[in-house]
């Protein structure tokens, strides 16, 4: 009966005492010598060529093996604000196409990946406001008020970066214009691509102090102070360039039939021929050390410093004067 006992206590002495020696749990990939790839649930990329190790923890014993498949291509990240969802299937058939064995490699943690990128909004409003201080920053701003109108708002962008490695760039599609419908275009790029192109359009308006008709003008009546007043006016629509100081059409005359209230411009308005062809002149010429005046008949129309033929009434040969003034010309050999 005791010797019973004592077998009892000492079988029961090995099955409660444990194992010193246990070890912890091996994982899979060193029980089985395979790859183990543990997915990520999400993943936040700048844009990029997506491979294993951007989406996974890739362990296993054979370290070239884990290592070629952590530099396997998977695909493209998606476009700013949007998400791409990579499943085991997919990641299978990769390895597949790289020459793995997919019985050698096996998945852990969870079955799908969603990958999405940084990215940067870039508002409608932003957008414009950058055209818009280009635009004043270009436009004419001496004697002139101007007005500048949005014409349309343009979309929101996206763009796969940070902000701080947005590059914008802005410039004028027709830089001769400073008023009417102006188009700006701003381009943002990061890294060397161009994400965007945008045209932003305004009504740029412009209101000057020009020079005035008070009345009806005949082609070639003088320009003076009593049919002619400065005003402030929208130049905006007005073609050619107006005149913004009356002194500037001091000895000019009408090129045209002017209307009452019209906004005076420069192909409007000339300068009369200081001779006119047709008009007696008189003759300076040179020989023989003295100067001898005589009268002459202008052949041409010319103005002050230009050489034009005048017929000698005396001895009626043609000659090549320079104008002097309205009733002198300097004859010359």
């Not at 500048?148 to 214009?177: C, H, M, T």
Request: hydrophobic residues 40%; proline residues 4%; positive net charge.
């Amino acid at each position: 009966m005791k010797a019973r006992i004592s077998l009892i206590l000492i079988l029961s002495t090995f099955i409660l005492i444990p194992d010193i020696s246990a070890s912890p749990p091996v994982p899979l990939a060193q029980q089985t010598g395979k790859i183990e790839v543990s997915l990520i649930d999400n993943v936040v990329l700048e844009a990029k060529t997506i491979t294993f190790s951007d989406i996974s923890t890739v362990t296993g014993d054979d370290v070239e093996l884990v290592n070629r498949i952590n530099n396997i291509e998977i695909g493209k990240t998606p476009w700013a604000n949007s998400l791409r969802t990579i499943n085991k299937d997919f990641l299978k058939m990769r390895l597949n196409a790289s020459n793995v064995n997919v019985s050698d490699v096996s998945f852990t943690d969870t079955s799908t990946v969603t990958v999405s990128v940084e990215s940067t909004k870039v508002t409608g409003l932003e957008i414009s406001q950058k055209a818009k201080k280009y635009l004043l920053s270009v436009l004419p701003v001496a004697d002139r008020e101007t007005t500048i109108e949005l014409a349309r708002l343009p979309g929101d962008q996206w763009i796969p970066s940070k902000r701080d490695k947005i590059n914008f760039y802005v410039s004028l599609v027709d830089s001769s214009k400073d008023r009417g419908k102006i188009e700006v275009i701003v381009t943002a790029s990061s890294n060397g691509m161009r994400y965007f192109k945008i045209p932003v359009h305004f009504n740029v308006r412009v209101f000057e102090y020009v020079a005035i008709t008070k009345r009806k003008l005949s082609r070639s009546q003088q320009l003076t102070k009593g049919n002619v007043f400065m005003a402030r006016r929208e130049t905006t629509k007005i073609r050619g360039l107006a005149f913004s100081d009356r002194k500037h059409l001091a000895g000019k005359t009408a090129a045209v039939s002017i209307l009452p209230y019209t906004i005076l411009t420069e192909n409007m308005v000339e300068t009369p021929p200081t001779i006119r062809r047709g008009s007696v002149v008189k003759l300076f010429i040179m020989s023989s050390g003295f100067e001898i005046v005589t009268k002459g008949l202008a052949q041409q129309t010319g103005y002050a410093g230009e050489v034009i033929k005048v017929k000698n009434l005396d001895s009626k040969k043609i000659l090549y004067g320079e104008i002097i003034d309205s009733d002198r010309v300097q004859i010359t050999f």
